[in-house]
T-cell receptor
């Protein structure tokens, strides 16, 4: 079974803390994505990567950074968490541009 | 700007009913995705289509490119179909990620 695995299902952090969300896929996909999902707003793209060490800003990159040192792993970093970053974070991958997306289970982050 | 509108936003139906969820978009597209999200978060891709119709089990997806409209149908609905259904489109000429997502349709199937 193909799989996208996110490191944490639930996290609670304090304002100002550094937060790492990790995503690993086992499908040898080139493309990986980080989305956040908020009620009434739907899914919004934070960052994506189409190759190792490559990254592109999505629609809402402010306050976030990413790292892709290996093809299978894409990390989302919140340098200094703020309460407005409380959200559901979803990682996805695809084997080709415009191809089918495979999602992880999501990481629900609460920033107090 | 590409807009993706889904209707209805919320739908409650009885087990066994035929369900239709609609998706309209405003620009030319190369593909449309239907996604399913169960409570707890994980999203599963149901269909990716660019023309015509696709069927998988009790699920059917259709698209009318000229009318910029797609429908997702569920036949003989079951409580396990309760989920949020999300439509996403890829505009023509979109890059590695040009997806625009609808806000989702929250479906509840009562026994």
């Amino acid at each position: 079974d193909v799989k996208v695995t996110q490191s944490s299902r639930y996290l609670v952090k304090r304002t100002g803390e550094k937060v790492f969300l990790e995503c690993v896929q086992d499908m040898d996909h080139e493309n990986m994505f980080w989305y956040r999902q908020d009620p009434g707003l739907g899914l919004r793209l934070i960052y994506f990567s189409y190759d190792v060490k490559m990254k592109e800003k999505g629609d809402i990159p402010e306050g976030y950074s990413v790292s892709r040192e290996k093809k299978e792993r894409f990390s989302l970093i919140l340098e200094s968490a703020s309460t407005n970053q409380t959200s559901m974070y979803l990682c996805a991958s695809s084997g080709q541009a415009g191809g089918e997306l495979f999602f992880g289970e999501g990481s629900r982050l609460t920033v107090l | 700007k590409n807009e993706v509108e889904q209707s209805p936003q919320n739908l409650t139906a009885q087990e066994g009913e035929f369900i239709t969820i609609n998706c309209s978009y405003s620009v030319g597209i190369s593909a449309l995705h239907w996604l399913q999200q169960h409570p707890g978060g994980g999203i599963v891709s149901l269909f990716m289509l660019s023309s015509g119709k696709k069927k998988h089990g009790r699920l059917i997806a259709t698209i009318n490119i000229q009318e910029k409209h797609s429908s997702l149908h569920i036949t003989a609905s079951h409580p396990r179909d309760s989920a949020v259904y999300i439509c996403a489109v890829r505009p023509s000429g979109g890059g590695a990620d040009g997806l625009t997502f609808g806000k989702g349709t929250h479906l509840i199937i009562q026994p």
